[in-house]
């Protein structure tokens, strides 16, 4: 079985672009999973789906951060526009019923 | 605030030695606790979990749990260099519908060269 697959791994990105980042997570499993990931602040929530159904939003990522689940074996995040303080490691992660998540490769965020 | 709370922020052992890593959770509402390894360049992936009251033991790595105190510990015996790594502390809630985990900020461990 493939485990979660992530493209692109790096990006960089000038100030107020926009870009997509996208994910396929494990076949078959229920839960995906949107993180942050940086030093400061540690592994932090951005979005989560459950059968393509939005659970949860990350609260403070609302404005510029857009997550869709188009169907059950995709998934996006957009950022637009982007900032600096955007820069970090972006991973996704899915699961199967309250079981481990499966974190893939993650996309390394460069904004200038 | 952060309610997975991990120390110490870092650690440092040599070869062979033994190590412990905490984890307190401050959400009374937590059922479930688990331990992920990241090696450096490298994504989280599940080491143990714990879910009841004692302890679980997978070869050089033990897990205790305090359900009470929501406290968790790992500890790690006999080290070897594939363990330096930064060890992320998670908890969850069950029968809530939903497999959030809430991570803490994670122990740097690695072993004195």
């Known amino acids: 079985d493939a485990g979660v697959t992530q493209t692109p791994r790096h990006e960089v990105a000038e100030k107020g672009q926009t870009i997509i980042l996208k994910c396929e997570p494990v076949?078959?499993?229920?839960?995906l999973f949107w993180y942050r990931q940086t030093k400061i602040q540690g592994l932090e929530l951005l979005s989560y789906?459950?059968?393509?159904?939005?659970?949860?939003d990350g609260g403070a990522f609302k404005d510029r951060f857009k997550a869709e689940m188009l169907n059950s074996s995709f998934s996006t995040l957009k950022i637009q526009p982007t900032e600096p303080k955007d820069s970090a490691v972006y991973l996704c992660?899915?699961?199967?019923?309250?079981?481990?998540?499966?974190f893939g490769p993650g996309t390394r965020l460069t904004v200038l | 605030q952060q309610k997975v709370q991990q120390s110490p922020e870092s650690l440092i052992v040599p070869e062979g030695g033994m190590a412990s890593l905490n984890c307190t959770s401050s959400?009374?509402?937590?059922?479930y606790f688990w331990w992920y390894r990241q090696h450096s360049g490298k994504s989280p992936k599940m080491l143990m979990?714990?879910?009841?009251?004692g302890e679980k033991e997978e070869g050089r790595f033990t897990v205790h749990l305090n359900k009470a105190s929501l406290h968790t510990s790992l500890h790690i015996r006999d080290s070897q260099p594939s363990d330096s790594a930064l060890y992320l502390c998670?908890?969850?809630?069950?029968?809530?519908?939903?497999?959030?985990?809430?991570f803490g900020k994670g122990t740097k461990f690695s072993l004195i060269p």
């Open positions: 992660a899915s699961s199967d019923n309250y079981a481990e998540q499966f």
């Open positions: 076949s078959g499993h229920n839960d």
């Open positions: 789906f459950r059968s393509k159904s939005l659970m949860e």
């Open positions: 959400d009374r509402n937590v059922d």
């Open positions: 979990s714990i879910f009841s009251n």
């Open positions: 998670a908890a969850s809630r069950a029968g809530t519908g939903s497999n959030r985990l809430t």
